[in-house]
């Protein structure tokens, strides 16, 4: 216990030199920020009553104002640790308050953020990295199980090893995360007695205090939040629990959100999927021609997206939708019928105009679809490649003659990709053409059926449309050197409509058209 007075200080070991009032209250600053001295209560005396608000701002407990009795002393000095103990209560109290309302305010921010982003990997990274924040944790991780809930993986870490991340892999009912997804009750361990280690847990949990807890909606557990490694070794607070508690129901609630959405967009979209395999049958086009379409729409977009021009538009959602999109492009033939649909030789031009009605009655259907479920996003996207996958890039094509960037950028991809499908494989109409020629074809076709940028990026990456190819081929290619089936004069035809399959009689190939100068001018 210090006593500090007017013109000098009194300690338990007696009298010391009268400092000046300023170094008095400094005085009392220096105990209180020194750590052997911070904790040891201080009784102020002085003469003047401004020296007492400076001495209780600087840290004094209590004060007498000078001369003092002695009896009044001893009451005081036996009180003061009373008082500097409800003092340090009342201070504690008041840092916990602030302490408290920061994490409520950082939780009510975070809970907004997931509300209103529906990606998941968005919400598994801000619960780990606001886990580390609140939990003061260098190393979090959240495990998801598989559709069969069998076995947990590792969907996001922070301070964890990438190749740890990759292979871990904890059955579901094992190990301290397996057993905590089955029950949904957590495991806190703040020493290394309390943890019953298992083999699963070596590289998940390196040191204790380590916790474990589901993350759980009223329903079920859909993933497990793992903290471990605390800055300072020290133990959970009951406080800290109870924000673990809250980011894991805050996390949990976004992911069940987030998963019933897929599996009903998924559901959707097979259906939907399903449905323009009904156009795909009857055509009696190659089995795999959606697949195949979709494969190769998605390798032009991914190489269009390193082109600045096209870095903004093509984003993660744009290919997600362009994946959905693809297989929906000639939805429209279900309203063809047979025997045009099926003839394997010329369309007259009345068939040819009842063919290229496909068109617009897909983006109709797809169009009804959307004002029943404005929710699907991809929809629109599926409408525009429909009614604008047969468009030609010099306005030549049907069903509106749309021109250049007026044909949206799904479409103008979907139109190459589904030509070079239509070249590189049996129809009724056409027997298959080897991968060269039908390079030969769309560069030949470069500015004016083909966006010459969609053109650059089929040439960078024929050699991934080749494989591809090769790997879901129905027919084996005619081989380079063997006579050209005579559908390859009907195709190259500058005349014959931009269906890349029926043609009408009396067609006649134009000159061949270079396409090198065509490209490096769009391009420059």
Known sequence: MSFLRHGGMLRTGGWRAEPPAPLRRTSVRRLKSELATRDIPILMLTVTEEDIAAGVQAGADDYLIMPI?????????????????????????KDLLGEHARVMSTLMDFAQRLCIVKDLNFVLDETVSIAAQLLCSRRVSIMLPDAEEKTLTIATSIGMDE??????????????????????????????????????????????????????????????????????????????????NLVSKIAAAAIEDILSRK?????????????????????????????????????????????????????EQFLGDLQRTVPLHDIGKVAIPDHILLKPGKLTPQ????????????????????????????????EEVAHAHHE????????????????????????????YDAITT??????????????????ERCGSQFDPA??????RKQHAFADVAARLADEVFIPPGEKTPES?????????????????????????????????????
């Open 426 to 443: 049996k129809r009724p109409y056409k027997d298959p053409m080897p991968h060269e020629q039908a390079v030969a074809i769309i560069r």
């Open 351 to 382: 068939e040819m105009a009842i063919m290229k009605r496909h068109a617009e009655v897909g983006a109709d259907a797809i169009r009804s679809v959307i004002q029943r479920a404005p929710g699907a996003g991809f929809l629109t996207m599926a």
């Open 263 to 315: 599996m009903l967009d998924d559901s959707r979209d097979s259906v939907v999927v399903a449905l323009a395999k009904l156009a795909e049958y009857r055509d009696n086009d190659t089995g795999k021609h959606l697949d195949s379409v979709t494969e190769y729409a998605l390798i032009l977009a991914e190489e269009l997206r390193s082109d600045e021009r096209f870095r903004t538009q093509i984003d």
């Open 392 to 419: 030609w890039y010099d306005g030549c094509g049907y069903p509106r003659g749309l021109e250049g960037e007026n044909i949206p950028l799904a479409a103008r991809i979907t139109a190459l990709a589904d030509v």
């Open 454 to 459: 969609v053109v650059a990026a089929f040439l």
């Open 488 to 524: 390859l004069q009907r195709i190259v035809a500058r005349e014959d409509p931009p269906t890349w399959g029926h043609t009408t009689e009396g067609d006649a190939p134009p000159p061949p058209r270079a396409c090198f100068e065509t490209t490096r001018r769009t391009l420059r």
């Open 69 to 93: 009795q002695q009896r009044e002393l001893v009451l005081r000095v036996r009180s003061l640790p009373h008082i500097h103990h409800e003092k340090l209560q009342l201070l504690q109290a």
């Open 163 to 244: 190749n740890v991340e990759k292979t871990v892999r904890v059955p579901v009912g094992m190990g301290t995360a397996g057993r905590v997804f089955l029950s949904g009750k957590p495991s806190i361990a703040n020493t290394p007695e309390e943890h019953q280690s298992a083999g699963y847990d070596s590289q998940l949990f390196v040191s204790t205090p380590l916790m474990s807890i589901a993350l759980s909606t009223a329903e079920r557990a859909v993933g497990v939040l793992n903290v471990t490694e605390r800055q300072g070794a020290r133990p959970f607070t009951a406080l800290e629990l109870e924000y673990s």
